[in-house]
């Protein structure tokens, strides 16, 4: 399974946009790269999810570099609630989906200040 | 809508013990998953199911057995419990083509003394 790569911690202030990144350098063409987040003594939740373009959906923005080597996970503005770890993950989609597990790393703790 | 439940939601178990903790999903995914998550970890896949009557295992499986009962339930049953299995263990259903990404239970947190 290829691996990404994040910090381990960031800090953010209420109300501005939070970049966390994701390195990826040995992703495959066929690699979807998935974000979860997993708020305090809960499950993990699907965040987003990209191939090649840029996906935005309500909760953030995913911006994937033109290498497909990095990607980056935008909070627009950042509330307390999304204090939680954020997981960034490659899942190879060839065979559709249904026989390929998803691999959690190690994940980026986000802390919110008010 | 349920979602994903496991039960149950807490337990204790002695060495040497056995137990199955539950899973049932009410989305109609075909993939099902366990993962184990130890303080300050991230999660670690302990067993997976593709689709109904298919398992798999994943990166720590050692201790652990799975039944994929139906398409709604996937089992984890550990048969003989160690300290090492004290956890919080989730699990997780998905259907990747809808684009909504995998479903997670609220966990089970197991300790084992």
């Known amino acids: 399974d290829a691996k990404t790569t994040q910090p381990n911690s960031m800090e953010s202030n209420e109300e501005e946009p939070v970049h966390l990144p994701c390195n990826h350098s040995t992703i495959s063409g066929t690699d979807y790269i998935h974000w979860y987040r997993q708020l305090p003594s809960q499950g993990p939740e699907y965040v987003i999810h990209g191939l090649t373009s840029n996906v935005n959906n309500r909760m953030a923005s995913l911006a994937i570099a033109e290498d497909r080597k990095s990607s980056t996970l935008i909070l627009h503005r950042a509330t307390l609630r999304d204090a939680a770890v954020y997981y960034c993950i490659l899942r190879d ?8 597990k998803l691999i959690f790393g190690t994940g980026t703790l986000l802390a919110v200040q008010p | ?40 970890m991230g999660l670690r896949l302990i067993y997976y199911s593709a689709s109904e009557g298919t398992t798999d295992k994943g990166e720590v499986p050692n201790g652990y057995n799975v039944s994929r009962l139906n398409k709604r339930e996937f089992s984890l049953r550990l048969e003989s419990a160690a ?26 947190r197991l300790t084992v003394v």
Do not use: I
């Not at chain 2, 013990?17 to 993962?35: E, G, I, K, R």
């Not at chain 2, 299995?85 to 990404?101: I, N, P, R």
């Open chain 2, 83 to 108: 300290p090492s299995q004290t956890s919080v263990y989730f699990c997780a259903s998905s259907e990747f083509w809808t684009g909504l990404g995998a479903f997670f239970g609220q966990g089970t």
């Open chain 1, 93 to 100: 989609e060839r065979y559709g989906g249904a026989t390929n």
């Open chain 2, 1 to 40: 809508n349920a979602g994903v439940t496991q039960t149950p939601k807490f337990q204790v178990l002695k060495t040497g013990q056995s137990m199955t903790l539950q899973c049932a999903q009410d989305m109609n995914h075909n993939s099902m998953y366990w993962y184990r998550q130890d303080p300050g």
